[in-house]
């Protein structure tokens, strides 16, 4: 996969060097490259910025300057990209980000991210990208960064880690919280005994039928517990009695408590 991103601020995204994303980029699995948008400008002082059209508080981010960065960007296909990149555009204005689109985007052979600072940025940027390929507004929830760097590195590390090679054990992907619509059970390791706090003793019983059990019952209370909308997601039909007994109880209550 290749991934660009257009940004004020490329040192914002340094962390994209290390660790899991930046071994994926030393194996030849990512093609990852930071532009910074005010090499696009051509005035004297490389302003990024103007006042809104209309009134109101703040600034917007000229459209002159993002038009040439993104056709520069466009003008990097290669074999394999395809025709053009997959334009997302951090917002809290735009579509939520969920595992299930990071999936879609994990297969697609060029993403490209505009990061907008101030206000935003000017309209007409999103419509004419959306001549040369897709355009996705997209927010990672209902509050308000300063820019839209912090969201590029949430989103490419939720898409790198789904691309074949960059992690090893497939399994691991697959249970994994909001692949199948529950939140995961709690987990311990040694010791069996920490500041006298106990293991769950059936994590020690060796009875795998009643592991298995318990840390479904530990996933629905938990779900129910902290996240009410997902469980309003299942299917009623997928529950059997089990299930139901484990949500019946008190989801805040108990020594086991889900929470
Ligand atoms: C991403 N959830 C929130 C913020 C912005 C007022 C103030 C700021 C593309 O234009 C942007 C981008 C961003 C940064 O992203 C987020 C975000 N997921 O804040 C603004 C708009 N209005 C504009």
Redesign the pocket.
């Known amino acids: 996969m290749r991934i660009d991103v257009v940004t004020i601020f490329p040192d914002y995204l340094a962390p994209l060097s290390l660790s899991l994303i930046g071994k994926a980029r030393e194996q030849g699995l990512l093609d990852l490259a930071v532009h910074d948008l005010r090499g696009f400008t051509r005035d004297r002082h490389r302003s990024v910025d103007d006042t809104p059209y209309g009134g109101g508080a703040?600034m917007v981010?000229r459209p002159e300057p993002w038009g040439a960065a993104l056709d520069h960007v466009r003008s990097l296909a290669g074999p394999g990209t395809g025709g053009a990149p997959h334009l997302l555009?951090?917002?809290?204005?735009?579509v939520r980000?969920s595992q299930a689109m990071a999936r879609e985007l994990a297969a697609q052979p060029w993403l490209a991210f505009?990061?907008?600072?101030?206000?935003?940025?000017d309209e007409r940027v999103l419509q004419d990208g959306a001549e040369a390929g897709p355009v996705t507004?997209?927010?990672?929830?209902?509050?308000?960064?300063?820019?839209?760097e912090?969201?590029v590195l949430v989103i490419v590390e939720a898409v790198a880690r789904l691309l074949p090679g960059v992690i090893g054990n497939a399994q691991s992907l697959v249970e994994e919280s909001h692949e199948d619509g529950l939140l995961e059970y709690p987990v311990y390791t040694k010791p069996a005994v920490w500041r006298g706090r106990e293991v769950p003793p059936v994590l020690l019983s060796g009875h795998h039928g009643q592991i298995e059990r318990w840390r479904r019952d530990q996933r629905l209370r938990r779900t129910a517990a902290r996240r009410p909308d997902l469980l309003a997601q299942i299917e009623p039909a997928s529950l059997d009695d089990a299930d139901r007994a484990a949500l019946a109880g008190d989801p805040t209550s108990g020594p086991d408590d889900a929470t």
């Open positions: 703040g981010m555009v951090p917002s809290p204005s735009g980000f505009a990061c907008g600072r101030y206000e935003g940025i507004p997209v927010s990672l929830g209902d509050y308000v960064l300063g820019g839209g912090a969201a």
